[in-house]
């Protein structure tokens, strides 16, 4: 069934994806999350990344259409993604942010899982440190 659920492909502005695939994992796979230490539930939530995150946070942010109001991206979690699991697959969509600032959409693709809980395995987390580089600052 190709159909995707509700509520992951979204109207422009919205956040989500903007197009997607049903894909069902066909071997044991790593994937990342980064979430928001002062809410638990966000460890092992819907959205998830195929590589694990590198480079500044403002690119991991474009990236992935994540707006600061929704996680200050604080801490990562890198789990197993069983084989077998029902995932779904595509680009961000675009995200409004405030009414000064937007993500466009994105090529990058992102992973939707349903329930994180029962589809992952071994999972440990890491906590975001500081760590400054001197450069300069680039466009978006």
């Not at 480079?55 to 991206?73: D, Q, V």
């Not at 580089?133 to 466009?139: Q, S």
Request: negative net charge; charged residues 15%.
């Amino acid at each position: 069934d190709q159909t995707v659920p509700p509520g992951i492909i979204l109207d422009s502005g919205q956040g989500g994806l903007c197009d997607a695939k049903n894909y069902q994992v066909v071997e044991d796979m790593v994937i990342w999350r980064a979430w928001n230490s002062t809410y638990e539930g966000s460890k092992l939530g819907k959205w998830w990344s195929l590589d694990k995150p590198a480079g500044p946070i403002s690119l991991y942010r474009a990236e992935f259409n994540i707006c600061p109001k929704y996680s200050p991206l604080d801490m990562l979690v890198r789990c197993t993604l069983k084989a077998g699991t029902q995932v779904v697959i595509g680009p961000g969509q675009s995200a409004q942010c405030s009414e000064y600032f937007s993500y466009p959409q994105s090529a990058t693709n992102q992973l939707y899982l349903t329930n994180a809980e029962q589809a992952t395995m071994n999972c440990t987390t890491f906590s975001g440190q500081f760590s400054w580089h001197e450069g300069e600052m680039k466009e978006q």
